[in-house]
């Protein structure tokens, strides 16, 4: 494979493109709290046998929940900003399925830069992220892998989107266990960025995937 593009020295910023963005550290502990909580209800909900009187009760606890946070709302694209311990910056949509914080349907994913380069994070999906018995639903297994490639390009400077995705799934993924994401660039032409990464539970790889993502057309670019 030819490599012919060099990462860009600085990450582009989205507000250059019209988006606002939220510095991570300007969410609120309170509305990080909530999201757990979300999150935890979520799969109570999900799992529960409670009968008929509690239910009803639950169903407007929570809708008078909905009610309290109908006020002002950030725009859909909405953009946060990661600044991590190796220096990294990352921007990503604040509401993102796979890593978004302030998404309680987000396990979330969040990604470190690996001693040996490259991306590591961890991520425990609970049972509403459930396929066949006990196991993480195959599409929940590639948007894991799809956000922790497009982390791995964007870490290396070239944010972009996915053009494709190729998934091998080797073994199940359990549920309810410490699943290790890793991801990294494999190659560069033009403004295609070669990623490939795994899933491992407990060292065995369970799922491995690779995906071509097409780097944003950047001034400078020349069209190529
Ligand atoms: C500032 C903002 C920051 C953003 C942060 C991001 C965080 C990331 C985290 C998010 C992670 C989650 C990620 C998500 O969820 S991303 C969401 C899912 N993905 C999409 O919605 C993408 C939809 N597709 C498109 O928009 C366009 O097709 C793209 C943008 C991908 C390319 O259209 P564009 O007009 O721009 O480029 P081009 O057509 O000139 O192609 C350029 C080159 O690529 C080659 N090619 C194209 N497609 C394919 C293909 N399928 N197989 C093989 N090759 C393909 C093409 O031949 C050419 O090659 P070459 O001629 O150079 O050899």
Redesign the pocket.
């Known amino acids: 494979m030819t490599v012919d593009a060099k990462p860009v020295a600085e ?4 507000r250059d ?1 019209g ?1 606002s963005v939220v510095p991570e550290e300007e969410i609120p502990a309170e509305l990080v709290s909530l999201v757990e909580e979300v999150r935890s209800l979520v799969d109570a909900v999900a799992h529960t046998k409670a009968g008929a009187e509690e239910l009803t009760a639950a169903r407007e606890a929570v809708a008078a929940a909905s009610d309290r946070l109908k006020g002002e709302r950030h725009g859909v694209g909405t ?1 946060i900003q990661q600044s991590w311990p190796d220096g990294r910056v990352e ?2 949509t604040l509401t ?1 399925i796979v890593a978004g914080p302030t998404n309680a349907a987000a396990p979330p994913l969040r990604m470190e830069a690996a001693p040996e380069g490259g991306l590591r994070g961890e991520a425990v999906l609970n049972g509403t992220y459930q396929g066949p018995p006990g196991l993480v639903h195959g599409g929940w297994v590639a948007a894991l892998l ?2 922790a490639l ?2 791995a ?2 870490a290396a400077g070239m ?6 995705l190729d998934v091998n799934y080797r073994n199940p993924t359990p549920l309810d266990a410490p699943l290790e994401i890793t991801a990294r660039v494999s190659g560069t ?4 960025v070669f990623v490939s990464g795994e899933i491992r539970h407990d060292g065995q790889v369970t799922a491995e995937g690779t995906a ?1 993502m ?1 780097r ?2 950047l001034p400078g670019d020349g069209g190529a």
Request: cysteine-free.
């Open positions: 990450l582009p910023d989205p493109f988006f953009m921007y990503g993102n799809d956000q497009g982390s390009a964007s944010p972009g989107l996915t053009a494709n032409e033009r403004r295609k071509l097409v944003m057309n």
